[in-house]
């Protein structure tokens, strides 16, 4: 496939290529991620924005379409029609699909070390010659079938069915997210940069807010000679929400199959101090080598918010916070899904603040109807102290420190996380340090039971007293000043694409690259959250709750 560039860009890593307005790229590779191409210009390679070109039009061009709507549409037209879509057995590459007089027939099309395309032996610099050549080269070996474009009458009323079958969508699923296009696209029609670095944090300088919008802190934005880059809507292809399982493409064998893009980088294990003293090592997954999965909702949803996440899997997450009605102001309701393929979403989670509390209280149900702490969903709450820096997560349990008759309750509660922000004693607004504790590990990979009696066994006071057995603590990753922007960033490889003092990554000091979890913003009231081994579902919402809630001392 052949681009033409909308926009200079200018590289700003080693794996990046530079570009003027109106030149013409050679696209290799669609990334996983859909903000960043690999392509080729001078003879030279590199990962460019995809908002940044415009792909060439070509008829025969359906982009994501599955290998199943691909039959279902060549099946009854003449032999030769044919369309190129991304592969599905290889993420990121192309198939070639062809009507032939036995049925359809797929075709990988390989690339070579050069970048180059080719289906058997003769090799093209791009999809566009590969094409032309074969309108007059049979592209099967077991047959002479040459490349047929579909009459336009044919493509017309493919489109009509595909655009109806996207509308009707999938059963029981719905739209990633609740904010229009026109929410979050701005006036250049343009992204930051999603992938390379993100003006999350400035530095230690004297900080004022935005009048309109207290998330923001006084960043840099990254300048390009046609002005500022604002973070707009990617449209994906019209064929986007089909999806099916992927077989091996026939005839044409894939030289190596290259995993999609990790939304978090991953490494392996994290540190715990053990009852002995002595500390040892809790291994994320048993084989670092093998690539990491998206995870989905495994059995009783109740029961799925609390356990530790699988290993070798991430979970991409989005909340959406709703500020309508008398009272959603002050007391907003957060609704955490699932992320899945083709911009669906699955529900798991809503918080919301209580009101008349002396601190801040949330309570999270897995009912987003019922969010009372009696109702049958009810799964969990976040507590903060007066000061708000400070936030204890639980789970439904009974508390032990009340109750008369702790003894007989077959339910305890769990402390399930703490939270602290240091408190900025400076006063100006700046890089919020927080501190996660959460209980530790057992051998087969359970979450440890803590249930205090007395505060002295409460996760916050276990802390400060230094008495860390059996606890994990971890922090949030510190912003690397860019000299460019002249502010601190974070690589959130392309999940956040907002500026806020509320965006932050966790990690383990032994292992920074390791990302626990990360959460940032997308649009004003839409922010992703992604989180992994060995945290839950209420943990990692719990923590992003406490970053919306208001602290007096860390702004």
Partial sequence: MEATAKHDFTATAEDELSFRRNQVLKILNMEDDMNWYRAELDSKEGLIPSNYIEMKSHDWYYGRITRADAERLLSNKHE??????ISESSPGDFSLSVKCSDGVQHFKVLRDAQGKFFLWVVKFNSLNELVEYHRTASVSRSQDVKLRDMIPEERQLIAQKMKQKRQTGASGMVQASNVSSAQLTSHSNRWMNPNKELHAYDGPLQYTMSQTNTDIGPYTERKTSEGTINAVVNERSLYESFQSVDCADEESSPIEFHSPSESLPRSSPLRVAPSEGTSTLINRDDNSSSPELEGNVEGNIEQFVLQPANKKMYYKCRITRDRKGMDRGLYPTYFLHLERDYGKKIFLLAGRKRKKSATSNYLISTDPTDLSRGGESYVGKLRSNLLGTQFTIYDNGYSLMKDDKRDERFNPRQELAAVVYDTNVLGFKGPRKMTVIIPGMTPDQKRVEICPRDESETLLERWKSKHMDNLIELHNKTPVWNDESQ?????????????????????????????????????????????????????????????????????
């Fill in 487 to 555: 502010s601190y960033v974070l690589n959130f490889h392309g999940r956040v694409t907002q500026a806020s003092v509320k965006n932050f990554q966790v990690v383990h000091d032994s292992d920074v690259k390791y990302v626990v979890m990360q959460f940032g913003r997308v649009a004003e009231d839409v922010f992703t959250m992604d989180y992994r081994f060995p945290l839950c579902t209420v943990q990692a919402f719990a923590i992003a709750l406490s970053s919306f809630d208001s602290k007096l001392a860390c702004e």
């Fill in 80 to 85: 030769g029609a044919f369309l190129i879509r």
